[in-house]
């Protein structure tokens, strides 16, 4: 229900955005036009804000190129989960999850497929992530008693998703590079710092919803034991170039995608069971998954669209300035705020923004370092919830909206102290 309203609010605010600037502003009389069919830089270009039919048929692409992806993977996930891997990864990480996960059964195949998930993500596999995301909502799906309403198990698996905790902003530094910044890779300690800050509110926010323990042994060991690796690991890349960080991360990332590929066939081959036909039966599921998102995905990127080309977005951002101007303090973050305004609307959106801003202020400015660690400080929060949810035909997604965007206001602060402790001193 609390989806519904806010999908709903957000074209009645887009439509009043519209008509207000109609009235009052001669150079929005289009604006109508630019909602529906898009809104050009000028005659000579292509539409750079697509209207209504162009996001609808821009959703439906998205899901038909996920189809091919999907259907890998979940050929693979099936494989796996005939051969016992998914079984044996969940005893493994169990100690752990089995105490923020309480109503998951103890070595259920949805730990496997969530820590596939959170693996993915880590390493920036946007591509597997996904799919191993949507099993595992899937695998929750089955032990939820309300097929309707969200449970609590997956409340939590979202949030953490949503936070997007990556070990390297790959994307990102490749945006700078490419841009001929001094120095790719000084943003990414701290993007690493304030996803890392986004995923542990995700999780304090929910344990407390849920009331659960944190101070549980198993809890603090793992977080401390995670955050350890993580620390050693930016000790390890920081003393890298722009190029060797690359590099590594290419070999990390991709080398233990095709490493899980070589342990999932062998382990089907030593359990001896029919490989192709495990295969395909998973990739099945993977064709009717993409399928079935296609009406959520298309009704949220609308909304969302709507927003955008209603100069919504403008109107926020001239009144946060205007707010901020008032209270006399500095301003200068508020030119990189568009980024992450739109990241949980737009993930498209949001990388827009962040290339526009760099170009606007110059790549090695203020706003152009803080839009880019806004950029990798949270997940496009909106998209997740339409796709998880709509994988699995939730519609009462509970208290999910609220906070996935709250830890995402804490990724959000936590950006924008990380750019003024290391690059305050930057005009």
């Known amino acids: 229900m609390a989806l519904s309203r806010i999908w709903s609010s957000f074209i009645i605010v887009a439509i009043v955005a519209a008509l207000i600037r109609f009235f009052t502003l001669p150079e929005y009389q289009d604006i109508f036009y630019w909602m529906v069919v898009g809104k050009a830089d000028d005659a000579a270009n292509l539409t750079h804000t697509d209207g209504l039919i162009e996001t609808c048929k821009g959703a439906v692409t998205i899901c038909l190129n996920l189809v091919g992806i999907m259907a890998l993977f979940m050929g693979l996930m099936s494989i796996a989960e005939k051969a016992g891997g998914i079984r044996f990864l969940s005893r493994l990480i169990a100690p752990f999850f089995t105490k923020i996960f309480p109503e998951v059964p103890k070595g259920h195949p949805a730990f496997?497929?969530?820590?596939?998930?959170?693996?993915?993500?880590?390493?920036?596999?946007?591509?597997?992530?996904?799919?191993?995301?949507?099993?595992?909502?899937?695998?929750?799906?089955?032990?939820?008693?309300q097929k309707e309403k969200a449970s609590n198990a997956q409340l939590m698996f979202l949030c953490l998703h949503a936070s997007g905790l990556t070990l390297i902003?790959?994307?990102?530094?490749?945006?700078?590079?490419?841009?001929?910044?001094?120095?790719?890779?000084?943003?990414?300690?701290?993007?690493?710092?304030?996803?890392?800050?986004?995923?542990?509110?995700?999780?304090?926010?929910?344990?407390?919803?849920?009331?659960?323990?944190?101070?549980?042994?198993?809890?603090?060991?793992?977080?401390?034991?995670?955050?350890?690796?993580?620390?050693?690991?930016?000790?390890?890349?920081?003393?890298?170039?722009?190029e060797g960080m690359q590099s590594f991360s290419k070999l990390l990332s991709n080398g233990l995608l095709l490493f899980?590929?070589?342990?999932?066939?062998?382990?089907?081959?030593?359990?001896?069971?029919?490989?192709?036909?495990?295969?395909?039966?998973?990739?099945?599921?993977?064709?009717?998954?993409?399928?079935?998102?296609?009406?959520?995905?298309?009704?949220?990127?609308?909304?969302?669209?709507?927003?955008?080309?209603?100069?919504?977005?403008?109107?926020?951002?001239?009144?946060?300035?205007?707010?901020?101007?008032?209270?006399?303090?500095?301003?200068?973050?508020?030119?990189?705020?568009?980024?992450?305004?739109?990241?949980?609307?737009?993930?498209?959106?949001?990388?827009?923004?962040?290339?526009?801003?760099?170009?606007?202020?110059?790549?090695?400015?203020?706003?152009?370092?803080?839009?880019c660690i806004l950029q990798g400080s949270s997940d496009t929060t909106f998209y997740v919830i339409a796709v998880y949810f709509g994988s699995v035909a939730v519609r009462q997604t509970r208290y999910a909206v609220g906070a996935m965007l709250l830890a995402d206001l804490v990724g959000m602060l936590t950006a924008i102290v990380m750019a003024y402790l290391f690059f305050g001193y930057v005009a």
Not at 200 to 229: D, F, T, Y
Not at 330 to 350: C, E, N, Y
């Open 112 to 145: 496997g497929h969530m820590m596939m998930n959170f693996s993915a993500n880590l390493l920036n596999l946007d591509n597997a992530a996904t799919p191993f995301g949507l099993k595992a909502m899937e695998s929750l799906q089955e032990l939820n008693p």
């Open 260 to 371: 899980i590929f070589l342990i999932v066939i062998t382990g089907g081959l030593y359990k001896k069971i029919d490989l192709f036909d495990a295969f395909i039966q998973g990739a099945k599921g993977g064709f009717e998954t993409a399928v079935r998102i296609i009406p959520y995905l298309v009704g949220m990127l609308v909304a969302i669209s709507m927003l955008r080309t209603s100069g919504t977005f403008e109107m926020v951002m001239s009144g946060c300035r205007q707010l901020f101007v008032w209270l006399g303090t500095d301003t200068r973050f508020v030119d990189g705020l568009p980024t992450a305004l739109i990241k949980p609307l737009s993930g498209s959106g949001a990388r827009g923004m962040m290339f526009d801003t760099m170009q606007t202020f110059g790549v090695d400015s203020f706003a152009g370092r803080l839009a």
């Open 169 to 242: 902003p790959v994307s990102i530094i490749a945006a700078r590079a490419s841009l001929k910044a001094e120095n790719p890779t000084d943003i990414f300690v701290p993007c690493m710092v304030a996803t890392f800050a986004a995923t542990l509110a995700a999780m304090i926010i929910v344990s407390v919803k849920q009331k659960i323990k944190l101070w549980q042994p198993a809890i603090l060991g793992w977080v401390l034991g995670i955050s350890s690796l993580v620390a050693l690991l930016v000790v390890y890349l920081t003393s890298l170039n722009a």
